[in-house]
């Protein structure tokens, strides 16, 4: 068997010689097994152990007995202990959720201080199968059902190459003490009705089960490679970031093959599930507005987008501005996000109107000072330039296509209670110039 780990960790590239590697320990049989194979090959490892406090005296009896196996190997030894059940109450975790965030971040911490490279744990062809099935009840993507990967960052599985007999004999022709967990034979926890009930049946069914399972897993693993590729390559047609938000392009996602697979694996790390997946997908077609909530992050189906961002982001309330003659006639006028120029003009012979999308032109005589810059709401109407019908500015915004973003944004100019302008957009008809006009208002959008 020394031999097979020495080719598995050269064939997987699980680290070099003499890199320096933390053997996560727990006492078990597989970890020990883990700890006698590392020594016995001349690996440069120190050993590391997590009490979570959860079997009274046994989890303190099993951190002396790894302590007394670094002492044997003549190795570092690192060890903690936490308050594994408070901790899970307090994030709303299951034991078994809280105890993996636990010692994963624990091994990161001692890997950093003491400059390891990688953290190995003793994961095995069994412990593979069964999160397999784990994964398959959870309704995992593909890469769920690749089992357990041999090399993931700075966690490395050198057992994976053995099945849990193959470690059990090598325990025993080797002379090894090992703790036992008593909580493995009770099947309150899914895995251990997973390994102790469902497997061996299954096993009962076809006795080569396990090997056959370890190769579709391989070939999962290879499918899931290809798989990869192409959603990354979607990603980047569809997929960016705009500020602390995050956009997918909707029409470049409707020509992707598949789309609720490659949309699933954009958003699944944001909360999602699956069935949120499809519900978004069918969205595409419908009107703007849909919302998609996890517990963390938030979906708005806009026109064009689907604009992922924090549940915590803080929305602040719209605030009126007001413009006064005075801001008119000292030329410039700047809020928050918007820059004007301001200019009075004669309606000689010689004025001329300028076709910029960014300028509009008011009869002056028409307004009333002070005029107010506010936010759009509800119930706006105007007279659209070059109509003498009312429409409702929420119409007027679908028939322009306004994203969903850009119309929460939306700034109108007001005068009396009348909205003069939907600024960047369209001036209002009652306002505009005639014959009769004197004085005109000139107005421009600076950029």
Not at 28 to 38: E, I, L, R
Not at 136 to 156: C, F
Request: hydrophobic share 40%; net charge positive; proline share 2%.
């Amino acid at each position: 068997m020394l031999s097979r780990i020495k080719k598995y960790i050269a064939e997987k590239k699980l680290f070099g010689f003499e890199q320096k590697i933390l053997l996560a320990v727990s006492g078990g049989g597989d970890s020990t097994a883990m700890a006698d194979m590392f020594f016995k090959c001349g690996f440069n490892f120190a050993i590391c152990h997590v009490n979570f406090q959860l079997r009274g005296s046994d989890a303190d009896s099993d951190e002396l007995f790894v302590k007394n196996m670094a002492e044997k190997y003549g190795v570092k030894f690192f060890s903690t202990r936490f308050d594994t059940k408070n901790y899970a109450l307090e994030h709303k975790l299951s034991i078994e959720m809280a105890a993996r965030e636990l010692r994963y971040n624990y091994f990161e911490q001692v890997m950093q201080h003491e400059n390891f490279c990688y953290t190995a744990v003793a994961h095995h062809k069994d412990d593979a199968a069964e999160t397999f099935f784990l994964n398959l009840l959870r309704g995992s993507g593909i890469g769920g059902l690749t089992g357990i990967a041999p090399k993931n960052n700075k966690i490395i599985r050198p057992l994976l190459c053995f099945s849990r007999q193959e470690i059990e004999n090598y325990l025993k022709n080797n002379n090894l003490n090992y703790c036992t967990d008593k909580t493995n034979g009770e099947n309150v926890y899914l895995r251990n009705k997973f390994r102790n009930v469902i497997i061996p049946q299954l096993e009962q069914i076809n006795p080569n089960f396990r090997n056959n399972l370890a190769q579709t897993l391989e070939f999962l693993s290879s499918a899931r490679n290809i798989y990869q590729r192409y959603v990354d390559d979607a990603k980047t047609q569809c997929f960016k970031k705009i500020g602390s938000d995050f956009y997918v392009d909707i029409n470049k996602l409707k020509q992707i093959e598949q789309p609720e697979c490659v949309l699933f694996e954009m958003v699944k790390n944001f909360g999602f599930n699956r069935s949120q997946i499809f519900d978004m997908v069918d969205s595409m077609l419908s009107q703007s507005g849909k919302m998609f909530f996890a517990k963390d992050y938030k979906i708005l189906k806009d026109r064009d987008y689907f604009i992922i961002s924090s549940n915590d982001k803080i929305t602040l309330p719209t605030q009126d501005f007001v413009v006064n003659i005075d801001d008119v006639k000292n030329g410039i006028f700047e809020i928050e996000g918007l820059n004007l120029e301001f200019s009075i003009l004669q309606n000689s012979s010689d004025f001329k109107i300028l076709k910029d999308k960014d300028i509009v032109y008011f009869d002056m005589e028409k307004l009333v000072f002070p005029m107010v810059i506010r936010n759009w709401k509800n119930g706006d109407f105007f007279v659209p330039f070059g109509n003498t019908c009312v429409k409702k500015l929420s119409d007027f915004f679908i028939n322009i296509k306004l994203s969903v973003a850009q119309k929460n944004s939306q700034k109108l100019l007001v005068s009396d209670g009348k909205i003069v302008w939907v600024i960047g957009c369209r001036a209002d008809n009652r306002f505009r110039i005639t014959d009769k006009t004197n004085k005109v208002l000139k107005i421009r959008i600076l950029h």
